[in-house]
């Protein structure tokens, strides 16, 4: 009901916040190994602050409709999500040093994007069990089929 009330109420604020995110020239690595490295490099981050970040992305692009994500901005969406994640989940994390040397931005546009992140999502992180259980077993199956239907050489990449 509370994420209802957010949906209904969402009045799209904060939009100069986006450019914070965007990159001037896309990275070298893809997204997957983008992603691989956090996870070799910052091995300490649970699977539950993966999917709560999973969650939150997906709320502010699909439920809220506040964000588009382009190649420019992914990573540093990307980036935003686990670490506001990890921040609320998790009772030990990286410091913002270790961090922002794992995922290649400076100290002071890590703070940028964290804090860009947190007024995008209204302060609103906590995620109810419910909930999560309904979008992983929901949304995040849908949203596989999406893909394996209209990206299936990306899909089957993924799958493995």
Partial sequence: MKLKDEIMNHQP??????????????????????????????SNISTCSYLHSGFLLYKLII?????????????RFIVASIRCSTKVIEDVYQKQPIFSNVVGVTLK???KIEMGFLYLTNFNLIISEVLLDHFISNEFIDLCFF????????YQEIAK
């Avoid at 439920?63 to 990573?75: D, R």
């Fill in 63 to 75: 439920y809220l409709n506040n964000i588009e994500i382009t190649l420019n901005n992914s990573y």
């Fill in 13 to 42: 604020k904060n939009r100069h916040l986006l450019k914070i995110f965007n990159l001037l020239k896309t990275p070298a690595l893809t997204i997957d190994q983008f992603l691989i490295r956090i996870k070799t490099y910052s």
């Fill in 109 to 111: 546009d890590l703070l």
């Fill in 147 to 154: 893909m394996k239907e209209n990206f299936p050489d990306f």
